[in-house]
T-cell receptor
Framework: DSGVTQTPKHLITATGQRVTLRCSPRSGDLSVYWYQQSLDQGLQFLIQYYNGEERAKGNILERFSAQQFPDLHSELNLSSLELGDSALYFC????????????FGSGTRLTVV | GQNIDQPTEMTATEGAIVQINCTYQTSGFNGLFWYQQHAGEAPTFLSYNVLDGLEEKGRFSSFLSRSKGYSYLLLKELQMKDSASYLCAVRAYRDDKIIFGKGTRLHILP
């Protein structure tokens, strides 16, 4: 157990729907990062939050949004889902600014049918 | 922006040594990471280099040359469980996020 908790582990939904993925960082970690991993693209950085504030944005679609709550857990919202959104979504956390790298959660596998 | 290149696939034999190369381009540099990822699982941290040279950790070693934008991961005494993808990743200066290459899938043959 890495200490980073992601739920749900698996999600199957239809095109056009909306889903919410949840991440609880390791105790004491202030930063949360979201990544998308599809077969051909590798790990793609989506967005980072630090202590409740958006810190960096990557290749995140406008249909996707995220937030970090006061208890530091984070949610990634995916809407108007398309078949191409099927992927593994990973959350990672770190203590703060950069540092020694970060720890990943076990991921949420999203399948859009 | 950042650009990271590593071979797509490599094959090696159990008990042997394999070197996985990574070249990168980044605007500013603040660390290079290697992660291991088994299929369908989360990446796990292997090594971190921020200064030039070799970092050794058991059967795994990682080397960095900042002037050449080059790193390698050396795996010794290969075991079947080392069959996985190995991800090279860099962090730019004044950045927190880590950008990953597409990974090298390593196949170990008995």
């Amino acid at each position: 157990d890495s200490g980073v908790t992601q739920t749900p582990k698996h999600l199957i939904t239809a095109t056009g729907q909306r889903v919410t993925l949840r991440c609880s960082p390791r105790s004491g970690d202030l930063s949360v990062y979201w990544y998308q991993q599809s077969l051909d693209q590798g790990l793609q950085f989506l967005i980072q939050y630090y202590n409740g504030e958006e810190r960096a944005k990557g290749n995140i679609l406008e249909r996707f949004s995220a937030q970090q709550f006061p208890d530091l857990h984070s949610e990634l919202n995916l809407s108007s889902l398309e078949l191409g959104d099927s992927a593994l979504y990973f959350c990672a956390s770190s203590v703060g600014s950069g540092g020694y790298g970060y720890t990943f959660g076990s991921g949420t596998r999203l399948t859009v049918v | 922006g950042q650009n990271i290149d590593q071979p797509t696939e490599m094959t090696a034999t159990e008990g042997a040594i394999v070197q996985i190369n990574c070249t990168y381009q980044t605007s500013g540099f603040n660390g290079l990471f290697w992660y291991q990822q088994h299929a369908g699982e989360a990446p796990t941290f292997l090594s971190y280099n921020v200064l030039d040279g070799l970092e050794e950790k058991g059967r795994f070693s990682s080397f960095l040359s900042r002037s050449k934008g080059y790193s390698y991961l050396l795996l010794k005494e290969l075991q079947m469980k080392d069959s996985a993808s190995y991800l090279c990743a860099v962090r730019a200066y004044r950045d927190d996020k880590i950008i990953f290459g597409k990974g090298t899938r390593l196949h170990i043959l008995p």
